[in-house]
């Protein structure tokens, strides 16, 4: 039995861990621990997975206003994981990041635990969890820098949900209906979208279209700006660009049938991007940690990607993707240096490490 822990952008990595954990041990027996009122939930239900919940609130960067409120939740949180681990009993832990993993890891102390580390550089709160985990798994060689319990790390590689790589090239520009003598550019922010990407997108795009294909998803926030943008093109511009708010499960489909993508540059990039060998332009969100930073530094040193400061997207993004498209040596060796990336068996790898320490729990 396994219990998960997993919030924000570790869900997808812990998702496709826990299909490859059953692949290998059918008979596993699995819960998710969220949050209360976490957006996971409904994600982890729609894969058939068990789950329940704690209280929990983060610390760092909290004004004082909020400290002693923030507190109070992980303390209810420390007796909700207790409670929830006293009834479930599981054989191993597995935490892919989040504050809401802390008071999980301490109501579980003597139970084994991984940690996964989804991003090159730890958070504070990922930081805290590996002098508490059993073992660790990380995305990249890259993120032994940063952690002090180099004995416990394992680099697996980032965890891709399989049904991504369920796509190639040809079936997924005909489920966009793109023509295969255009260029098509891929442009995404993450779930939740990312404004600055959009809006330099929107000024630019006519110009754009005029030389591309756009598969746009913009997220919810700015979808009616998006709709009124994409009414506003002229007919043979207008079939030429293809509006999103989202993509579940046709994301992968977006991801093969690109040429080149703009996104932001969260975890995800150092799994996804090399699965298809997708080059990008990478615009690391600048009003939080350094994370994103450190990973689109990470691909663009291996030649894999180019990175943009936010501040510089709408003078520089139409100038950045026309040079680019129009060097077309340079945009296959940014494909092979991001294909060499590959791990596509990141997730089985996690899973092996996690039924490893269930069983040792079990049998010791």
């Known amino acids: 039995m396994i219990c998960a822990g997993g919030t924000g ?3 997808y990595p812990a998702l496709a861990v826990h299909k490859a954990l059953l692949t290998q041990d059918p008979g596993a027996e699995v819960l998710w621990v969220g949050g209360v009122d976490g957006i996971e939930a409904s994600l982890v239900e729609r894969a058939g997975i068990a789950y329940d919940s704690i209280p929990a609130a983060g610390v760092h960067g909290v004004g004082i206003t909020r400290l002693p409120k923030n507190l109070l939740s992980i303390i209810k949180g420390f007796f909700a994981a207790r409670r929830i681990l006293e009834q479930f009993k599981p054989d191993a832990l597995f935490f892919t ?92 922010g993450g779930s939740k979208g990312a404004r600055s990407i959009n809006m330099a997108l929107l000024e630019h795009l006519p110009a754009l279209l005029e030389q591309m294909q756009v598969v746009h998803i913009s997220g919810e926030l700015d979808w009616p700006v998006v709709q009124q943008n994409a009414a506003s093109l002229a ?47 990478l615009v690391p969100y600048p009003h939080a940690w350094r994370y994103q930073k450190v990973n689109a530094d990470h691909l663009a040193q291996r030649g894999a990607a180019l990175v943009m400061e936010d501040a510089k997207l709408k003078s520089g993004l139409y100038l950045t993707v026309e040079k680019l498209l129009e060097t077309p040596e340079k945009l296959e060796s940014m494909r092979k240096a991001m294909r060499e990336l590959q791990q596509p068996r990141a997730a089985d790898g996690i899973a092996s490490i996690l039924l490893d320490l269930a069983g040792a729990n079990k049998h010791g």
């Open 235 to 281: 007919g043979n511009l207008s079939e030429r660009y293809h509006p999103y708010p989202y993509l579940h499960d046709e994301m992968g489909a977006a991801l093969a049938a690109a040429d080149l993508v703009i996104s932001r540059a969260g975890a995800s990039i150092l799994g996804e991007l090399p699965l298809f060998g997708l080059p990008a332009i």
């Open 97 to 188: 990041g989040g504050y809401l993993a802390v008071p999980m890891a301490l109501a579980g102390l003597k139970i084994p635990s991984l940690l996964y580390v989804p991003d090159i550089e730890p958070g504070l709160a990922l930081q805290a969890l590996s002098y508490f985990a059993s073992r660790i798994a990380v995305t990249t060689e890259a993120s032994r820098m940063f952690l002090r319990q180099q004995g416990k790390i394992t680099a697996t590689g980032y965890p891709v949900r399989s049904e991504l790589g369920s796509w190639n090239r040809k079936d997924a520009r005909k489920n966009f209906n793109l023509n295969d003598d255009l260029p098509v550019l891929l442009v995404f």
């Open 9 to 11: 952008g570790g869900v």
